[in-house]
């Protein structure tokens, strides 16, 4: 049910989330049993934790494949993305730590919050 409401691409939700999409199925499921198999999940390497801005932290089931995030800074879109070329620290600014993960954020505007620049009275589309 839990691994359910993960289901797709591109999902980055909070726990929330994932117990409301839950609860719609399974009214019965408490917020502790999300909560934990969440945490377990994680634990295991199946869910990626990711936090971007202030906001609670998202699970993102895709962590098998490395990849870093694109957001949108208008409507919080969130489309996984793998940059081009090594990105490594040169030997100096290692400081002697061994590297276990990477995390960066592009940011922007997403086509729908860009928007048509005519000015003219089209409704802005929502992307998903
Ligand atoms: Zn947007
Ligand atoms: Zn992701």
């Not at 409301?20 to 499921?29: C, M």
């Not at 494949?65 to 030997?91: N, S």
């Not at 995390?103 to 997403?110: H, N």
């Given at each position: 049910?839990?691994a359910?409401?993960?289901d797709?691409?591109?999902?980055?939700?909070?726990?929330?989330?994932v117990?409301e999409?839950?609860?719609?199925?399974?009214?019965e499921?408490?917020r502790?049993?999300?909560?934990?198999?969440?945490n377990?999940?994680?634990?295991?390497?199946e869910?990626?934790?990711?936090?971007?801005?202030?906001g609670?932290?998202?699970?993102?089931?895709?962590?098998?494949?490395?990849?870093?995030?694109?957001v949108?800074?208008?409507?919080g879109?969130?489309?996984?993305?793998v940059?081009?070329?090594?990105?490594?620290?040169?030997?100096?600014?290692?400081y002697?730590?061994a590297i276990?993960?990477?995390?960066?954020?592009?940011?922007?505007?997403?086509?729908?919050?860009?928007?048509?620049?005519?000015?003219?009275?089209?409704?802005?589309?929502?992307?998903?």
């Amino acid at each position: 049910m839990i691994a359910e409401a993960l289901d797709g691409a591109h999902v980055h939700i909070t726990a929330d989330e994932v117990f409301e999409r839950a609860s719609a199925r399974l009214p019965e499921i408490s917020r502790a049993t999300v909560y934990n198999t969440l945490n377990q999940f994680h634990a295991l390497g199946e869910l990626r934790e990711i936090t971007l801005d202030a906001g609670p932290k998202r699970y993102d089931p895709n962590a098998a494949a490395r990849h870093q995030h694109l957001v949108c800074d208008r409507c919080g879109t969130i489309r996984d993305v793998v940059p081009q070329g090594d990105v490594r620290l040169p030997d100096d600014q290692l400081y002697g730590f061994a590297i276990n993960d990477i995390e960066m954020i592009f940011r922007g505007l997403c086509p729908a919050c860009a928007g048509p620049r005519s000015g003219s009275a089209a409704s802005p589309k929502r992307p998903r």
